[in-house]
T-cell receptor, first 112, second 117 residues
């Protein structure tokens, strides 16, 4: 158990819908990272937040957005969902920028 | 930006043999190179990492080597066991501590390792 929690574990929705994925970092970690892992694909970096502020953006679509709240939990919002958005979404946390990242168990999103 | 390539994509070895996975990176500023193991249905877990001021690091049956000049690093697993079967990811990033505000990790595409008993 990494100490990072993600909810929900599974999410099934339809095209055009909007969903919110939630991540709680390890106690004391200020950084939260979001990654997308499609079937048989590597981990694609989406976005990084540090203590409530956006620090880096990767291959994140404009339909996707994220935020980190004062209690340090983070949410990833995916809107106008398409079939191709079906994937595993992981968040990770670390105590320093870019230091060892601890991954949560992931949320499996299925768009029908 | 950083680009990390990983080979091979699949690797099958006999129990007790060694396994080697190789990665190359493009950004010479990268200074932190972790390796993650992902078992089925779980999130990636860090198994070993190396920083650019070190050429080799070992932890029991696992070792990582780094060649900064050639910009490549490798994972070596000796005396493989069936429980080593998983997908392994290499990654590269720039650690600059709290002064940096543009710091993210780029992952290789992964290697599916199968250890046959």
């Amino acid at each position: 158990d990494s100490g990072v929690t993600q909810t929900p574990k599974h999410l099934i929705t339809a095209t055009g819908q909007r969903v919110t994925l939630r991540c709680s970092p390890r106690s004391g970690d200020l950084s939260v990272y979001w990654y997308q892992q499609s079937l048989d694909q590597g981990l694609q970096f989406l976005i990084h937040y540090y203590n409530g502020e956006e620090r880096a953006k990767g291959n994140i679509l404009e339909r996707f957005s994220a935020q980190q709240f004062p209690d340090l939990h983070s949410e990833l919002n995916l809107s106008s969902l398409e079939l191709g958005d079906s994937a595993l979404y992981f968040c990770a946390s670390s105590s320093l920028l870019g230091d060892e990242q601890f991954f949560g168990p992931g949320t499996r999103l299925t768009v029908l | 930006g950083e680009n990390v390539e990983q080979h091979p994509s699949t690797l099958s070895v006999q129990e007790g043999d060694s396994a080697v996975i190789k990665c190359t990176y493009s950004d010479s500023a990268s200074n932190y190179f972790p390796w993650y193991k992902q078992e089925l249905g779980k999130g990636p877990q860090l198994i070993i990492d190396i920083r650019s001021n070190v050429g080799e690091k070992k932890d029991q049956r696992i070792a990582v080597t780094l060649n900064k000049t050639a910009k490549h690093f490798s994972l070596h697993i000796t005396e493989t066991q069936p429980e080593d079967s998983a997908v392994y990811f290499c990654a590269a990033s720039i650690l600059m501590g709290l002064t940096d505000n543009n710091n993210d990790m780029r992952f290789g595409a992964g290697t599916r390792l199968t250890v046959k008993p």
